[in-house]
């Protein structure tokens, strides 16, 4: 039982990382999206 609820926790702390890094990257993207449309203009 130990085994499956630790096995758990790390695939859950592991979707965390993975799902927190691409909204970061979709945040810079938008960022830098309106950086280039303000040097544009």
Same mark, same amino acid.
């Given at each position: 039982?130990? /085994? #499956? ?6 695939? &859950? !702390?592991?979707?965390?990382? /993975? #799902? ?6 979709? &945040? !810079? ?13």
């Amino acid at each position: 039982m130990q /085994i #499956s609820f630790f096995a758990k926790v790390v695939l &859950i !702390l592991a979707l965390y990382c /993975i #799902s927190d890094m691409s909204i970061k990257n979709n &945040i !810079l993207r938008k960022v830098m999206n309106k950086a280039n449309r303000a040097k544009r203009v």
